[in-house]
């Protein structure tokens, strides 16, 4: 196994401010929350979105930087690419010739796409059959640190949908928009060690993830997320492949408490990390 990527852990701070941070299509696109606690939301498959917008930004054209979840063309042509390129039988009746042709298309669909390496991908969905990836790079919810309120925001408009509502309306039309007035969300990354060695997830592909992460908010703005940033990443390494300690104890290191009832800043929040307290063969790194 190499040991080109160590086991690591990551606590990141998302700050939202008018925003709407992850609209539910099943609510009216309002922000997600618990409906319990009141606390904001956001998917992990929203913040993988977010990562894998900057890689291509960021990589255009890099061999081994495509991204396979994207809307370019459909992910069973991408398979039987995989197939022709490899001039492989997709419709290989003996078992042992068959698992031989998924595994040397999911070698190829791993060395091309990053997203696939990192976040995994089931690529068995068509007749070019690639198997499954569990992906290196595990990603959490968010979750806000605090109870959030969603504003319903009334707007007018001048311009008319159709001749009709013209007709009929002898001024603006209305519409609205929803959004968290201020929330600090907290979500969770895991890179596995293991699973990278088995991806070939790289070095190379660590540094390109991190720069993703850090600014994944940056050529993300629309008129509904213009105030999303990340405010803080910190960063637990293990010397061990399978880990120093289990990741709930180093998420409780990192302590945030609100110094006012609604906080509505950054710096209504104490962020610290009790570095005394973190386990031996695990070193801590504040990227942001």
């Not at 904001?40 to 890689?55: D, E, F, H, P, T």
């Not at 997709?90 to 796409?113: C, D, I, T």
């Not at 690639?130 to 925001?153: C, D, K, L, M, Y």
């Not at 592909?205 to 008129?223: C, G, H, Q, R």
Request: glycine share 6%.
């Amino acid at each position: 196994m190499s040991n080109e990527i160590k086991k690591m852990n990551y606590v990141v701070l998302v700050e939202a401010v008018h925003s709407n941070p992850n609209g539910d299509p099943d609510n009216d696109n309002a922000p997600r929350m618990d409906p319990d606690t009141e606390h904001g939301i956001i998917s992990n498959q929203c913040l993988n979105r977010k990562i894998r917008n900057q890689v291509l930004l960021r990589m255009p054209g890099v061999e081994g930087y495509d991204i396979y979840i994207q809307t370019d063309r459909t992910l069973n042509d991408k398979s039987a690419e995989a197939y022709n390129e490899l001039g492989l039988d997709s419709k290989a009746a003996e078992k042992g010739s068959k698992l031989e042709n998924v595994a040397a298309a999911q070698k190829f669909m791993l060395k091309k796409y990053f997203d696939i390496r990192a976040f995994g991908a089931v690529l068995s969905t068509g007749n070019f059959d690639a198997g499954r990836v569990t992906g290196a790079v595990q990603t959490s919810f968010a979750r806000s640190v605090h109870p959030i309120t969603i504003q319903e925001i009334s707007l007018t408009r001048q311009a008319f949908t159709s001749n009709d509502r013209f007709e009929k309306n002898a001024s603006n039309e209305m519409g609205r928009k929803q959004i968290v007035p201020y929330g600090l969300y907290v979500f969770y990354v895991s890179i596995s060690a293991v699973q990278a060695a088995k991806n070939g997830f790289t070095a190379e592909d660590l540094k390109v993830y991190e720069t993703a992460l850090i600014n994944m908010f940056e050529n993300d703005e629309s008129s509904c997320r213009n105030g999303m940033s990340v405010r803080g990443i910190f960063r637990f390494t293990h010397e061990h492949e399978l880990g120093n300690a289990p990741f709930w104890k180093l998420k409780e290191l990192v302590h945030i408490d609100s110094k006012v009832d609604y906080p509505r800043q950054f710096n209504d929040f104490d962020i610290c990390v009790d570095e005394a307290a973190i386990p031996a063969g695990i070193t801590m790194d504040k990227l942001v």
